[in-house]
């Protein structure tokens, strides 16, 4: 879901190291006090010490090599740094073994954990802030981010000036240092083939994502923040150092609505999705477009999976439409997507139903369900997700095929966010809909039973899918 609560930061100067690389060492930050205010987050379990997860032998990240780029332009406001002591509401979070993570703050910092987020370090790059769709890690120490910005009537101004230009920032040690490409530029006139922005000022990535140390896709809107935002495409074959233009709507006339991701699953194969508006009828069916040759070229017409039995068990459902608003992929073959289908009746009242497709061999085929909270798979088979119930509980549910069939663990009074990393360990960032409270929760018995390790109070909470009240 898009998250409504972007951080609003100062126009200030940026100076930044003019014999080319940035480098930037970031503090730490202890997070390790909760609010003592906090109820439990556990419907059957009872707030309790965390308990320590089973230590392992975290290998060596491989090496990505460090580049010598151009002295960039100054375009965004960095961020002030995080203070010691101070709890962190997070909005993300990505746990890429027992000890290594990363987490984004509501207001835009990314910051990283090696201790199994009892504590965190603050270690946002230094320009502009950040949310999850700009924010890739590959391992508990590489990682990329692409900053964002707003700037509309009523919301302030925090971009500098129509943004016609970009940045991807690198690490390859958690974060504790950054490397900055050579300028993105996203103005018509670098290329006629650029999108153009329509009018209000904003620079917000859709996506980036990398399937190796080396190949990368990103997926920018830039101009307007309304739903009908200009977008273009970018990739990288050289670990983020340069990025060349791809796609855009304008250009191929190929999108109806809003473009949401580009999804590889290897360094030449990649997967264009989107959300059509709801003035456009684009029908129950799943659409996007594949490149099997680096984003050089595209097929022509949409590829699309067509449900052949009705997922909901409403007849509302032929007379949905549906756009793909996220995709995750498990490399080389899994891909995850939550769909949004919605239904404007004659009385100008809309339905809306989520679907979440999985599939094991690369799209080739697809399992789907009726989604009414986070799904989160490790591999092919192995997954969990909650499903919200009529009281507001929520039940914690396995899979072991594929999401063909699904076990109840445990019932829950909190909604939220999942990362399981195998069978046994996972954290979760809770939520309760129209509290300010959130929580870090881990387990290490596959979701049977949940620790609190960390909690904070949010200034705007994230909006899940299942409030609709928000989306």
């Not at 809309?350 to 497709?357: A, E, G, N, S, V």
């Not at 990393?421 to 960032?429: K, P």
Request: charged share 15%; hydrophobic share 35%; net charge negative.
């Amino acid at each position: 879901m898009k998250n409504r609560f972007l951080a609003l930061v100062s126009l200030l100067t940026v100076f930044v190291n003019a014999c080319g690389v940035q480098q930037v060492a970031t503090p730490d930050i202890d997070s390790k006090t909760p609010s003592s205010s906090l109820p439990s987050l556990d419907a059957n379990n009872p707030t309790s010490m965390p308990t320590p997860l089973p230590s392992e032998t975290v290998l060596a990240s491989p090496t990505l090599e460090i580049f010598d780029t151009p002295t960039f332009s100054p375009t965004l406001t960095p961020l002030p740094t995080l203070k010691p002591n101070t709890s962190i509401p997070l909005v993300y979070i990505d746990m890429k073994d027992n000890w290594n993570g990363w987490g984004i703050s509501e207001d835009g910092h990314i910051v990283h954990t090696t201790d199994g987020t009892v504590s965190w370090k603050d270690v946002t790059p230094p320009q502009g802030a950040y949310n999850e769709n700009g924010f890739f890690a590959l391992d508990g120490q590489i990682a990329w981010a692409s900053p964002y910005c707003f700037g509309y009537p009523g919301q302030g101004q925090l971009c500098n000036d129509v943004p016609n230009q970009t940045y991807v920032w690198t690490t390859q040690d958690g974060g504790s240092t950054w490397a900055v490409s050579s300028p993105i530029c996203l103005a018509s006139g670098c290329n006629d083939l650029i999108a153009s922005g329509a009018g209000y000022l904003s620079l917000l990535p859709k996506s980036i994502r990398f399937s190796d140390l080396q190949h990368g896709w990103m997926l920018i809107s830039s101009g307007s923040h309304m739903e009908e935002d200009s977008y273009n495409g970018f990739y990288s074959s050289d670990g983020g150092k340069t990025w060349k233009f791809l796609v855009s709507e304008f250009t191929n006339n190929l999108i109806f609505g809003t473009a949401t991701a580009l999804q590889p699953l290897d360094g030449e194969k990649a997967f264009l999705f989107f959300h059509p508006p709801f003035t456009q009828a684009v029908g129950n069916n799943l659409l996007y477009f594949q490149s099997n040759d680096g984003g050089k070229n595209w097929k022509d017409d949409y590829v699309y999976f067509a449900f052949p039995t009705n997922p909901i068990g409403d007849p509302v459902w032929d007379k949905l439409d549906c756009g793909t608003i996220e995709s995750k992929a498990i490399l080389p073959d899994v891909m995850d997507l939550t769909q949004q289908c919605h239904y404007v009746n004659e009385n100008n009242q809309q339905t809306k139903y989520f679907i979440h497709l999985h599939s094991e061999n690369g799209g080739q085929t697809w399992n789907y369900w009726e989604q009414t909270g986070d799904v989160d798979f490790v591999n092919e088979k192995l997954g969990w997700q909650l499903v919200t119930k009529d009281n507001g509980m929520h039940e914690l549910q396995q899979t072991l095929d594929g999401g063909h069939t699904w076990t109840t663990i445990k019932t829950v009074d909190w909604d939220g966010r999942l990362n399981f990393l195998d069978e046994q360990i996972g954290w979760a960032l809770a939520y309760r809909q129209g509290s300010p409270d959130m929580a870090i929760v881990s387990t290490d018995d596959g979701g049977k039973t949940w620790n609190v390790s960390t909690q904070a109070t949010l200034v705007n909470p994230p909006c899940l899918i299942t409030w609709f009240t928000c989306n």
